[in-house]
């Protein structure tokens, strides 16, 4: 089965321009999540949609990301406009299941992260 | 409280040695703690995950050992080998949470040196 797909997998731009993320999820998970990782900082959950639902965003940082998913299939994650502290790899993941307790057997997968630089 | 302490940033290792890594969290409501391994250029990888109510996962040369009381876990990998030089993360899900809204730790940087 193809893994969870981002792209670009690199994007250099300036401060106060905008930049459009891709996350295509492994087909069939209904859950989709963004995270992102600051160099040298953790790993830092951001939303989780279910569907085409947003059903958690509370890690988005402020009001300059937008994500969206249309149709409940792949993933957009909008940064207008960029400032110098949005640099940083996002990574998405998928999962076929969002169960309370968790199930082992039906972990994340991720997708090998869009590199952003703001210059 | 929502956070997932890890030491050490990073590690050195003979081929054939022990890696370990140790992870410490303050909230009890987690109950879901796995490890992500990450090599360069690509996402984390589910390696191993253990439960609150277990003392120890053992998956091969993987070992998760879990102190409920003292609030910590570590990870051992037993017989390092080069192949196993990457950036291992520790993580942690809150109580009811889903499955993706984990806590992650900064990383360890593990190098196995032949």
């Known amino acids: 089965e193809a893994g969870v797909t981002q792209f670009p997998s690199h994007s250099v731009i300036e401060k106060g321009q905008t930049v459009t993320l891709r996350c295509d999820p492994i087909?069939?998970?209904?859950?989709l999540y963004w995270y992102r990782r600051v160099m040298g900082k953790e790993i830092k959950f951001l939303l989780h949609?279910?569907?085409?639902?947003?059903?958690?965003e509370s890690g988005m940082p402020n009001n300059r990301f937008l994500a969206e998913r249309t149709g409940g299939t792949y993933s957009t994650l909008k940064v207008q406009p960029a400032e110098l502290e949005d640099s940083g790899v996002y990574f998405c993941?998928?999962?076929?299941?969002?169960?309370?307790?968790?199930?082992?057997?039906?972990?994340?997968?991720f997708g090998n992260g869009t590199r952003l630089t703001v210059t | 409280q929502q956070q997932v302490k890890q030491s050490p940033q990073s590690l050195i290792v003979q081929k054939g040695g022990i890696s370990i890594i140790n992870c410490a969290y303050e909230?009890?409501?987690?109950?879901?703690f796995p490890w992500y391994q990450q090599f360069p250029g690509k996402g984390p990888a589910l390696l191993i995950a253990?439960?609150?109510?277990?003392s120890e996962k053992k998956e091969g040369r993987f070992t998760i050992s879990f102190n409920k009381s003292a609030k910590q876990f570590s990870l051992h990998i037993m017989d390092s080998q080069p192949g196993d030089s990457a950036t291992y993360f520790c993580?942690?899900?809150?109580?009811?949470?889903?499955?993706?809204?984990?806590?992650f730790g900064k990383g360890t940087k593990l190098s196995v040196k032949p």
């Open positions: 993941a998928s999962s076929q299941d969002s169960v309370l307790w968790g199930d082992l057997n039906s972990p994340l997968h």
């Open positions: 087909s069939g998970h209904d859950n």
């Open positions: 949609f279910v569907k085409e639902s947003k059903q958690d």
């Open positions: 909230n009890t409501a987690f109950d879901y």
């Open positions: 253990i439960r609150p109510d277990v």
């Open positions: 993580a942690a899900r809150g109580y009811g949470g889903s499955q993706g809204n984990l806590i």
